[in-house]
């Protein structure tokens, strides 16, 4: 591990702001600290940073407890919220600010900014304040400025949460191919699942100061351990009774269960291929149906739920108050503390490749 | 379309004009004519006058050395309170305001009795032979007492407004606290910097009634302009006492050309 937080522990007059959190980050690899408002995410990365200090708890880095190292001294390179670049200063001083704190001789600084500036494709605007850059371009100068001094990690706060819609996709798929072609370590706090999916190797989920779980994009959205996580990551609702629905039974202790729209499928009654999974399957007609332009989102009325299914374009049209058959495939189902996967019993009894798909 | 067409002049206008013009520009007029009403060699022989350009060097002296304390102080005690947090901030920042809403007079007077001759640190003073009271040190710390929050004051809100994170970006990457206030803070501050440095001037040049609690008038030693010209008046010599206010007012409207060049000047930076 390159970086472990032992039992970190702060508050804030009272806020308890992080709670006994423990996580450990690979050298190399980039860190997604998600979480909603509010969760201590940005404490944590303060802390990490050295910005604030932990109430109690260790900061090993690299091998050694920082807890007493300045920030500037952790070897860190900072990428703030709103980038916090030095608004009366050029482009070209923004980045070399760092450099020529630590006294380098102006040769060597001209050097490194010059090649940060082709790397970040920022070449041309060294004599630009960052009032006249885009967003876009602020937080590359942002970026190129935190890494000038050869940080060994670099922490990112909201990176994209300054920048519109639009750019903001392109921009996350550069920031993942830029971190890994340096192969610095990097930790990004975000707010935005769908950010954290696309960017990070490793998610670190956090609710109210504390950490729910971690793993990697794939183990976070197959295998929520807690209720939180469930609710929180994918395309999420919850629903009370599941043990109404064909192939689920009761799980003891667990009353509710949180179903996604990629787990529901629904065909057309007379699909002539559904013969062999009939017993896993519900009727239920449709109450709703949203265009979201890559598929149609239907809300579909089973025994009295509403549950929500995508329907590709390239199938059968539906219409409002046609009845369907509805297969859930799987679900999450929870106690107060865990969540389990739950598999539809009645379609395991069937061979595979009879199992429906959304191709019939 | 009538009543949405808006008149070049309204009411509240006219009213605000004729109010400045009644009260501000009007007295400033009579000031100059009245300097001016016996020739301009009595003015200029009334503005050489020994006594004269003694209370002026004198001002301008203690202006100096009170522009110059309040300037630093006045850095440090904005920066103090909008740059950190520590027990006690928000008191010190109502303090600072003290000595606007103290009536001058009233911090000549407790000035007297820290430095006059009933107090202990009077003797202590004496021993090492520095007199405070009825000498120009006293006229200095009233001035400085009395000015000291114009500077702080234009400079809190732009810092507050300016937050921390420039000066977290810049203290990560291992800059010491002079490289961070003179690269980052300071650019951000300057013109209003500036302009509290010109305020505190023209307050100091004018200070009245703590100087005159703490100055014994002793013509020639520790008088300075506001305190010549009710001493001229005083003794009715109305025309040598419009002459030297004529030099306040000439300072005054130095100071106000000042102001709204840096006003102009400052916003065309923050563009």
Redesign the interface.
């Known amino acids: 591990m390159y970086l472990e937080l032992k039992n970190i522990n702060k508050s804030f007059a009272g806020f308890k702001a992080a709670r006994d959190v423990s996580l450990g980050v690979e050298k190399g690899s980039l860190t997604a600290l998600l979480g909603p408002s509010g969760s201590g995410k940005t404490t944590v990365l303060r802390i990490i940073?050295?910005?604030e200090a932990p109430d109690s708890g260790e900061i090993i880095l690299d091998g050694r407890s920082v807890n007493e190292l300045p920030?500037?001294?952790r070897g860190?390179g900072?990428v703030?919220q709103?980038y916090?670049?030095?608004?009366?200063?050029t482009v070209y001083d923004n980045i070399a600010?760092?450099l020529q704190?630590?006294k380098k001789n102006k040769k060597e600084i001209k050097e490194r900014v010059v090649e940060l500036m082709e790397l970040t494709g920022l070449a041309g605007l060294e004599k630009r304040y960052p009032n006249q850059l885009s967003g876009g371009q602020r937080q590359r100068v942002a970026f190129a400025?935190a890494l000038a001094?050869n940080p060994q990690l670099l922490l990112l706060d909201e990176p994209f949460a300054a920048i519109d819609a639009k750019v903001r996709g392109e921009l996350r798929l550069w920031l993942k191919n830029m971190i890994h072609r340096l192969g610095v370590t990097s930790i990004f706090v975000t707010h935005d699942q769908s950010e954290a999916v696309e960017v990070a190797d490793q998610i670190v989920i956090m609710n109210e100061g504390q950490i729910e779980q971690s793993g990697t994009p794939l183990q976070i959205y197959k295998r929520p351990r807690t209720p939180f996580v469930a609710q929180f990551v994918g395309d999420s609702s919850v629903i009370e009774g599941y043990e109404r629905f064909a192939g689920f039974q009761r799980v003891p202790g667990a009353d509710k269960a949180v179903l996604r729209p990629e787990f529901v499928e629904c065909f057309r009654p007379d699909n002539k291929k559904l013969a062999a999974a009939m017993g896993a399957m519900e009727r239920g007609t449709i109450q709703e149906i949203v265009f979201k332009g890559h598929c149609m989102e239907l809300t579909l009325s089973v025994q009295g739920a509403g549950l929500r299914a995508q329907r590709s374009l390239e199938r059968r049209p539906v219409q409002l108050g046609d009845e369907m058959m509805v297969l859930i495939y799987r679900m999450y189902v929870f106690d107060g503390e865990n969540a389990r996967l739950l598999e539809n019993q009645e379609l395991l009894k069937i061979p595979p490749d009879q199992v429906p798909a959304a191709q019939m | 379309m009538k009543k949405t067409q808006t008149k070049r002049f309204p009411l509240p206008v006219i009213l605000a004009i004729f109010f400045a013009a009644c009260f501000l520009v009007l007295p400033l007029i009579f000031v100059i004519v009245q300097a001016l009403s016996q020739g301009i060699g009595a003015y200029l022989a009334n503005i050489t006058e020994e006594y004269t350009q003694k209370a002026m060097l004198l001002t301008l002296k203690t202006t100096v050395v009170v522009v110059l304390v309040n300037t630093v102080f006045g850095l440090f005690a904005a920066w103090t309170v909008t740059k950190y947090s520590f027990p006690g901030r928000k008191a010190l920042t109502t303090l600072i305001d003290l000595p606007l809403s103290v009536s001058p007079v009233i911090s000549g007077l407790a000035f007297l009795l820290v430095f006059g001759r009933t107090s202990p640190l009077y003797g202590l003073l004496e021993g090492i032979g520095l007199k405070v009271v009825y000498a120009v040190p006293g006229i200095v710390l009233a001035t400085l007492f009395v000015t000291f929050p114009y500077i702080s004051r234009e400079m809190i809100p732009v810092l507050s407004a300016q937050g921390r994170d420039e000066e977290e970006a810049a203290a990560l990457m291992g800059a010491g606290w002079f490289t961070i206030f003179w690269r980052v803070t300071f650019p951000h501050i300057k013109w209003s910097l500036l302009y509290g440095v010109v305020l505190c001037t023209a307050r100091a040049m004018g200070e009245f009634g703590a100087v005159s609690i703490l100055s014994g008038h002793l013509r020639g030693k520790t008088n300075t302009l506001p305190l010549h010209i009710e001493i001229l008046y005083n003794e009715f010599r109305y025309s040598e006492a419009f002459a030297v206010s004529s030099i306040l007012v000439i300072l005054a409207l130095l100071v106000l050309v000042l102001r709204s060049l840096i006003e102009h000047r400052g916003r065309k930076g923050e563009a």
Do not use: D, E, K, W
């Open positions: 940073a050295g910005l920030g500037s001294q860190i900072f703030f709103n916090a670049l030095f608004r009366y200063m600010f760092g704190v630590q400025r001094p």
